[in-house]
């Protein structure tokens, strides 16, 4: 019984989590590992010009920045975020940041 209410309450939370990213005008990016886009919200969809339902698994964070920004990411704000201050979690790999795809 625990554990279906666990999941059932970590379901409502992800649901939450989602319905606030994809309402921000904030950018919100989330990659994997390799740096494969895995989540855009439609802030950002729009800012780099991806509609609402293009496909973005062959998508990386390279794609869609300059040079000097894949830099800053990997340098400055994947650490950061890679903290467990700062993510709680070292298997997530999310950023917002106002400086992706050529910003």
Not at 51 to 77: K, W
Request: glycine letters at 4%; proline letters at 5%.
């Amino acid at each position: 019984m625990s554990d279906i209410t666990e999941r059932t309450h970590a379901e409502r939370v992800l649901r939450t989590l989602t319905g606030i990213f994809d309402a921000t005008t904030d950018f919100v990016v989330q990659t994997d590992a390799e740096g494969r886009i895995t989540y855009l919200n439609p802030a950002a969809r729009r800012h780099c010009g991806l509609a609402p339902d293009a496909e973005i698994a062959q998508l990386t964070v390279a794609d869609l920045n300059p040079l000097r920004t894949v830099q800053r990411i990997a340098h400055d704000i994947v650490p950061t975020a890679m903290t467990p201050k700062a993510s709680g979690s070292a298997s997530r790999r999310c950023a917002t940041a106002s400086t992706a795809c050529a910003w």
